[in-house]
């Protein structure tokens, strides 16, 4: 199994993460937020958002960038 391949894009207020070949598997925060809490804590409070919202589509795909990221 091949390990997949991630993408970083930093501007000067955001930064978006990518999981590639993954339709829609993205992110973007505010380097403020990944400044004080963390990549790893940032896509683990956007997903647990979507989980209580019901988003399931969107919930898989932070999973896969978490999995990816080895959180």
Known sequence: MTKPTITVKQ???VTTVKLKG???ASIVAT???LASKGLIAVIQAKADNCKAKGYKHT???YEMLLT???A
Do not use: E
Request: net charge positive; aromatic share 0%.
């Open 22 to 24: 993954v339709i829609g």
């Open 59 to 61: 919930l898989v795909k």
């Open 31 to 33: 380097n403020k937020d």
């Open 11 to 13: 501007s000067s207020h």
């Open 68 to 70: 990816a990221l080895g």
